[in-house]
């Protein structure tokens, strides 16, 4: 099973600042990764998938990289709305398709 | 565009079960690769099964075997999940989603079940 590990577990930021959430997977998973948003009280949000493709409707300021076993989500302005809990998904080798814990960003 | 609207809120006794439906609007459901994703208070999320196009197949987690079972309903465009055997580790919050083979692009709004004596 791939484990799924992201740091850190809470990012603290201020509006307008640069977040960069990490996510390491136990194996390669090629490209095949998805970042999600979640809000409380919401069901998540596919934000970037294939590492570092946006997903539609997501705003320019949220960008994906890396491959393999190591993968970053950069919010390059935070706004209000970021403010939430981010999580990691790999695809390329199921089941399972395994999460991250999650990374909480904060207000500063 | 797809929907999903999940049914309500469930109170279960441990031991019980509990299905919860999953309507699809927008799309067939037979053109939808269903999965199902839960997330206990204060949690993360939780993959615990779906349907793989490439071979036809419902795949459950491992964690879930034997207790749960995902299944649709084609005439109706309802997918559903029962977990069996409930104890009080599964009070969460279940979500349905699709998957568009590059990540899960619609979900349901979430269905709250407790599991309470």
């Known amino acids: 099973e791939i484990v799924m590990t992201q740091s850190p577990a809470t990012l603290s930021v201020s509006p307008g600042e640069r977040a960069t959430l990490s996510c390491r997977a136990s194996?390669?998973?090629?490209?095949?990764l998805a970042w999600y948003q979640q809000k409380p009280g919401q069901a998540p949000r596919l934000l970037i998938y294939g590492a570092s493709t946006r997903a539609t409707g997501i705003p320019a300021r949220f960008s994906g990289s890396g491959s393999g076993t190591e993968f970053t989500l950069t919010i390059s302005s935070l706004q209000s709305e970021d403010f939430a809990v981010y999580y990691c998904?790999?695809?390329?080798?199921?089941?399972?398709?395994?999460f991250g814990q999650g990374t909480k960003v904060e207000i500063k | 565009q797809v929907q999903l609207v999940q049914s309500g809120a469930e109170v279960k006794k441990p031991g019980a079960s509990v299905k919860v439906s999953c309507k699809v609007s927008g799309y067939t459901l037979t053109e939808l690769s269903m999965h199902w994703v839960r997330q206990a208070p204060g949690k993360g999320l939780e993959w615990m099964g779906g349907f793989d196009p490439e071979d036809g197949e419902t795949i459950y987690a491992q964690k879930f075997q034997g207790r749960v079972t995902m299944t649709e309903d084609t005439s109706t465009d309802t997918a559903y999940m029962e977990l069996s055997s409930l104890r009080s580790e599964d009070t969460a919050v279940y979500y349905c989603a699709t998957d568009s083979s590059s990540g899960f692009d619609y979900w349901g709004q979430g269905t709250l079940v407790t599991v309470s004596s």
């Open positions: 194996q390669s998973v090629s490209s095949n």
């Open positions: 998904q790999q695809y390329n080798n199921w089941p399972p398709r395994t």
